[in-house]
């Protein structure tokens, strides 16, 4: 490991997804083997190929503390990341230990809020003119209805103002949409400014809801999305040979990075160490993975290295694992080409079987089960491995939590447009 820069670890941790309403009560049901997968109730997905998802159910911005007043006009993604956000801060401690406000930022990996679309129905219905199309009465109907605040707050980058603002943070305020990556580049990013001295606290993390009618229009049009709608519970089956799509999920995941040092000055509770960063573009088509895996099998190999480490000292792998046909396969082929013989004995889970897929909140959300799988010595499993895939042969930790004493980690996210980010974490050890 390079002894020059500063060394980053985890200090506070907060999320909000479809287990549960904060990280004790979704570690507690990803050990268990329960699925957040049922139903949508978002919008009426009656006439849709798929009609599951994995929502957050019976939560609300006022159980983070917030008056109804302020959160009525919010993007439900900023709802989410402030509920976490809140959580994190308020686990770490940290804010009685800043004081210069600009050395505290905020780097976040988030989507578009959602939109009102019975605004948006209105808005076409009135531009139909006797079969016609009329965008200036689309117009007019949209200056007439459409709310000013709520359309800026669909936008990705106001949950890390939000956050700015609550907790006066001055410093670094970025936000990055790179799909399915977004969260884990977040938080790789966040760890370098910190290492590179720009800042001593950041709040990392991401935030998304994709769960309304163009999200699942669009993911149902790449034919992306399990349309296994009478199990709901079933449908995400990640490297099971009859897997055949991911389910949606939302929520908001968020840490707490510190600068070591301070970090132990104060005495705050550490969870680990973010050890290595990797990330890497396919340079492919915009949906597909290439078939070599080429793009993932870099960030992980860039990952390692930059933890000073080997691939044998690899004990862990949370995956990708999205339960669609190409990634699984290729992502089991990617495993075996970093980790060669080791690989047979590296254990390798998929919670999105669990949780469906969080898109840009899903790499802090399992990063954060790479922390608390180390600490507790566990290692969640992959439900619904039912039918092995003699394309996927690793150990994938199958339908049970297991035993496992783990020194060292990888989180994989790999998102659509080829971007990929490997995390590798580190039990520390004082």
């Not at 050395?103 to 989507?111: H, I, Q």
């Not at 199990?231 to 070591?260: H, I, W």
């Not at 994938?396 to 496992?404: F, S």
Request: a negative charge.
């Amino acid at each position: 490991m390079n002894k020059q820069r500063r060394r980053v670890v985890v200090t506070g941790i907060g999320m909000i997804n479809p287990m549960g309403h904060d990280a004790a009560t979704v570690w507690a049901g990803l050990q268990e083997g329960k699925s957040g997968v049922g139903y949508t109730t978002l919008f009426d997905a009656s006439g849709f190929p798929t009609r599951i998802s994995a929502e957050v159910k019976n939560w609300d911005l006022t159980d983070a503390g917030e008056s109804a007043e302020r959160s009525a006009k919010l993007g439900r993604h900023t709802k989410f990341a402030i509920g976490a956000a809140k959580q994190a801060m308020a686990d770490s401690g940290v804010m009685d230990s800043i004081s210069d406000p600009v050395r505290f930022g905020v780097y976040l990996g988030s989507g578009e809020g959602n939109q009102d679309f019975a605004v948006f129905s209105t808005m076409m219905t009135a531009a139909l003119v006797d079969g016609e199309y009329d965008a200036s009465k689309f117009i007019a109907k949209g200056l007439e209805l459409l709310d000013p605040a709520k359309e800026l707050e669909q936008e990705p980058n106001m949950p890390a103002a939000h956050l700015a603002t609550l907790f006066n943070a001055q410093g670094p305020n970025m936000n990055c949409l790179t799909a399915c990556a977004a969260s884990s580049q977040a938080v790789g990013e966040a760890t370098e400014i910190i290492r590179r001295g720009d800042a001593d606290v950041m709040l990392a993390g991401g935030t998304h809801s994709m769960i309304h009618p163009f999200g699942v229009t669009g993911f149902n049009l790449l034919t992306a999305l399990s349309e296994s709608n009478d199990e709901p519970t079933k449908a995400s089956r990640p490297f099971d040979r009859l897997r055949n799509g991911f389910v949606l999920g939302e929520g908001s995941a968020m840490v707490v990075l510190e600068e070591l040092q301070s970090a132990l000055d104060r005495g705050a509770t550490i969870y680990g160490e973010i050890a290595g960063y990797g990330t890497t573009a396919d340079a492919f088509r915009i949906t597909d993975i290439p078939p070599d895996g080429h793009g993932g099998i870099a960030a992980m190999r860039m990952s390692i290295a930059d933890a000073g480490l080997t691939p044998s000292d690899i004990q862990y792998v949370n995956a990708h694992g999205t339960s669609t046909t190409v990634n699984d396969k290729v992502e089991t082929l990617a495993c075996h080409e970093v980790f060669g013989d080791h690989a047979a004995k590296v254990p390798v889970s998929s919670t999105k079987s669990m949780m469906g897929h969080l898109i840009a909140a899903a790499g802090v959300t399992e990063m954060i089960v790479c922390l608390l799988a180390m600490r507790d010595s566990v290692l969640p499993p992959t439900i619904n491995y039912e039918n092995p895939d003699p394309l996927c042969d690793l150990d994938y930790v199958p339908n049970e939590a297991r035993p496992a004493e783990i020194k060292y980690s990888l989180n994989n996210s790999f998102g659509f447009g080829g971007q990929n980010v490997t995390l590798c974490l580190s039990r520390f050890d004082r």
